[in-house]
């Protein structure tokens, strides 16, 4: 095996040590053995440092026509597309996740690059008449200043790539600390941008942990807007933390999303369905399909054929193409969906499969746990009200549309949903009464596009949105400006009423 690559910060251009000269290893979760890279373990000198680079770089780029901003992201696009194999596999050592996921979250990253590019072109304001006769007015978007970017391990360049890139098509430029598992990923995809031209100091990367590199970007002065994606829980302490400085925060945290399926049903398509939402990416979305509603008349047979699927999947590393189902990303977080599984049992739910750890053989060194299925699960348990964050399906069996829907809505969570059914007048309903940012009607919890908004309600976020053109809501000030070309002093409406 090679030696493992040292990675350093970047920061204005330049790849530096940090600070205090420590670093960090990831390791590959598929074989803890082999050290997937080193990082550098930064703390605030690093992150003071990284955040002035992008005050100086903004006057620059601010300035910059935006279709220009856009061109170093199509160029961007085809460097990345011409990479893709290599970073796909890179990914997959990082994280875990089938080659096949890690394409697919490679695309994700292009599809935001091209679709980025284009708002170059676009960023749209309003033109509206005026009160007065001789004015004319209108509303433009203003780049924010400086973001601070927070991500997490589980789409080590999508989540990334939704980021960064509206916030520099609006103007903005950025520190980004990604996630200490797959700092990798993150690398990647800034290669390809500088590599298109983007000029130094517009991307800074610290790698590093939450309390000694995270804590001082969200409290930094001169950084105008976070963006967070992880935990619930952290998503709590960083508002906390940024609350004194004013800056704006956009959180995108947990999920307990929920399929139901009715008595009417395809339970074919239903049944692809969930096996791809709850056990894809091995459950580690926030949009996995945890919790399975089923309604009373299909529910054994549902249950059984939903075991079946979970039983047959081929967990392993995700660089073997026979894989279906990855390891999960470490072995803190492995601890932790045993844990959840132990509680489900205490709890009174029947495990029907899965429940542990796989060892031996080619799981001798990863952290792999068994697909898991629960039944019989009430929806006060534990296992049906917080996020779990891995392979573990929890069913609840209802006897109608409308206890459904109030099941599927009775969490702290409210990202994404799906319905199953044949009745378009129970999914039109569906659509209107689950309270998520996502619904679907006839596919799983999973597989949002970027240009549609994503993000939920409720503890899952607060109010703001990523991707689409509301993304660009959170890294641009609206700026209303108005001419006057009559020639003379007109007073507004409001100061010359009758
Ligand atoms: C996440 O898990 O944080 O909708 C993002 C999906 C993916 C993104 C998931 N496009 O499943």
Known sequence: MSEPRVYHNLIGGEWVASASGKTFESRNP??????????????ADDINAAVAAARTAYPTWRLMPAPKRGEIMFRAAQLLRDRKEQYSREMTREMGKVLS????????ALDMLYFCGGEGRRLHGQTTPSELPNKWQLSIRQPVGVCGLITPWNFPMAIPSWKMLPALICG???????????????????????DAGLPPGVVNIVTGYGPSAGQPLVEHLDVNIISFTGSTATGRRVTELAAPTMKRVSLELGGKNPMIV???????LAL??????AFGTTGQRCTATSRLIVQRGIAQEFTHRVVERAQGLRVGNGLDTDAQVGPIINQRQMERVLNYIEIGQQEGARLLCGGQRLTGGAHAHGWFIAPTVFADVRPQMRIAQEEIFGPVLSILTVDSFEQAITVANDVQYGLSSSIYTRDVNKAYQAMRDLYTGIVYVNAPTIGAEIHLPFGGTKATGNGHREAGQQALDLFSEWKSIYVDYSGGLQRAQIDNAE
């Open 272 to 277: 692809e369905g969930v096996t791809w939402g």
């Open 262 to 268: 009715l008595d009417d049903a395809d339970l074919e």
């Open 172 to 194: 903005n430029t950025l520190v980004i600390k990604p996630a200490e598992d797959t700092p990798a990923s993150t690398y990647n995809l800034v290669q390809c941008l500088i």
């Open 101 to 108: 996921e890690t394409g697919g979250d490679l695309v994700e």
């Open 30 to 43: 598929a074989d803890s053995r082999e050290v997937v890279g080193i990082f550098q373990d930064s703390s």
